[in-house]
């Protein structure tokens, strides 16, 4: 969340996927302040979801483009536009769809198991600590009370 926590970056992100390149088609289309976007597109960049590339020299000129890393966020802003689509569209529907070329019909995000594809349900899943999880943290009772680790008490104690 403290790279795209803030109200600006996922914005910047949406414009790079619809064909945004350049810092001031950036700044036309989202009318954020220069400063605001130039520190944008630098975290985007040394973050790795986007790649800064010199497409003029004289003057010095760059473009940025989405990374692996960058495409891959585009489930995300999937999935926040579709939670703004049901809770948020006016009478008139959402703004923008979202056309599946392969199939060609219009589509929405859906988090769904990867396993079996049901949909996940907040109440149907239960979160885990991963390998990543540092295990000295493990040891503390709020982290094994977050990720339910003790047994439950026995009946009648």
């Not at 914005?11 to 302040?33: C, H, K, N, T, W």
């Not at 986007?50 to 003057?59: D, S, V, W």
């Not at 473009?63 to 585009?74: A, I, K, N, P, V």
């Amino acid at each position: 969340m403290d790279l795209v926590g803030d109200a600006w970056t996922p914005l910047v992100l949406r414009e790079a996927f619809y064909g945004i390149r350049r810092f001031d088609d950036f700044q036309q289309e989202l009318s954020i302040p220069r400063n605001t976007l130039a520190d944008r597109l630098a975290r985007l960049v040394a973050a790795g979801l986007l790649a800064k590339h010199a497409y003029e020299t004289t003057p010095a000129r760059y473009e940025y483009l989405l990374t692996e890393s960058g495409r891959d966020f585009h489930g995300v802003l999937l999935v926040v536009t579709a939670w703004g689509d049901r809770w948020l569209s006016g009478e008139a529907g959402p703004p923008v769809t979202t056309h599946h070329d392969t199939c060609g019909h219009d589509t929405g995000a859906e988090v769904v198991c990867s396993h079996c594809g049901q949909p996940l349900a907040w109440d149907e899943v239960t979160s885990r600590p991963g390998p990543g999880y540092p295990a000295k943290l493990l040891s503390r009772p709020d982290v094994r009370r977050r990720f339910h680790l003790d047994p439950a008490p026995a009946e009648g104690r």
